[in-house]
């Protein structure tokens, strides 16, 4: 069965942020005169949809790595099977099949000493990953 993804509302204050966003991108883009005339409505369409995924790709990895980054909360600096502090290692890259393409980041590694075990601190859930 397929997991349903739960919608998620864009909060209000987030709006002008967003608005601001793509008023800055139509600058860059276009200049102070903004769209030319002439220019076709399926070509900014195109144009909006590359965008978009190029943003979701670029926030997914920024957001996933940003997250791997900060400090293991107490939880996952245990070993799962025994319960001893595990020892960091050495970051790992990680790729997921999202949506909106693929997104790529290096994810924290730990080991348990006891159970010589390695472990990568992300909580999985049925259907995360091929079996």
């Known amino acids: ?64 790595q940003h997250q791997a980054e900060q400090p293991l909360p107490p939880p996952l600096q245990h070993c799962p099977r025994c319960g001893r502090s595990t020892q960091p290692g050495e970051p790992q890259p990680r790729t997921v099949q999202t949506r909106r393409g693929t997104a790529d980041w290096h994810e924290p590694s730990s080991s348990c000493d006891h159970c010589r075990k390695a472990f ?3 909580v999985q859930e049925p259907g995360d990953r091929p079996g």
């Open 1 to 64: 069965m397929a997991k349903t993804t739960p919608m998620i509302q864009i909060p209000a204050q987030l709006r002008p942020v967003l608005h601001a966003a793509a008023k800055n991108l139509l600058f860059h883009l276009y200049g102070s005169q903004g769209l030319p005339w002439g220019t076709s409505f399926a070509d900014l369409e195109e144009l909006v949809v590359q965008l978009a995924e190029t943003f979701s790709s670029e926030l997914l990895q920024q957001a996933l």
């Open 120 to 122: 990568f601190p992300s």
